[in-house]
């Protein structure tokens, strides 16, 4: 049973840190795509950071290039999202999601918004108070 697990949000600051992180059950990220998203109030679903096996380039967004990094600890099957310098325009509920199959670049992923993402984790929310 293919589950993801999104935790690590909360209350931060404006310029500090946080790190998501997305737990990986039924699957490894081996050979997959993934990729963190945000969705504000109001707001499209955005994509922040997304990498694919298909030409293994990490994709950001315009507007946390510089701030957000991905990254996997592949012994714990889990991915991070790295925040940092966070803005109050960066509130929003954060989910992580995975393509079992792979088949397009991380930066299609990131820019549909998720299009042909399988899998996806319950958001985790991030409030960045000014």
């Known amino acids: 049973d293919v589950q993801l697990q999104a935790s690590g949000g909360g209350l931060v600051q404006a310029g500090g840190s946080l790190r998501l992180s997305c737990a990986a059950s039924?699957?490894?990220?081996?050979?997959?795509?993934i990729g963190w998203f945000r969705q504000a109030p109001g707001k499209e679903r955005e994509g922040l950071s997304c990498i694919s096996s298909i030409d293994g380039r990490t994709y950001y967004a315009d507007s946390v290039k510089g701030r957000f990094a991905i990254s996997s600890d592949n012994a714990k099957n889990t991915v991070y999202l790295s925040m940092h310098s966070l803005k109050p325009e960066d509130t929003a509920v954060y989910y992580c999601a995975v393509a079992i199959a792979g088949y397009y670049s991380g930066s299609y992923y990131c820019e549909t918004g998720g299009d042909g993402m399988d899998y996806w984790g319950e958001g985790t929310l991030v409030t960045v108070s000014s």
């Open positions: 039924g699957f490894t990220f081996d050979d997959r795509a």
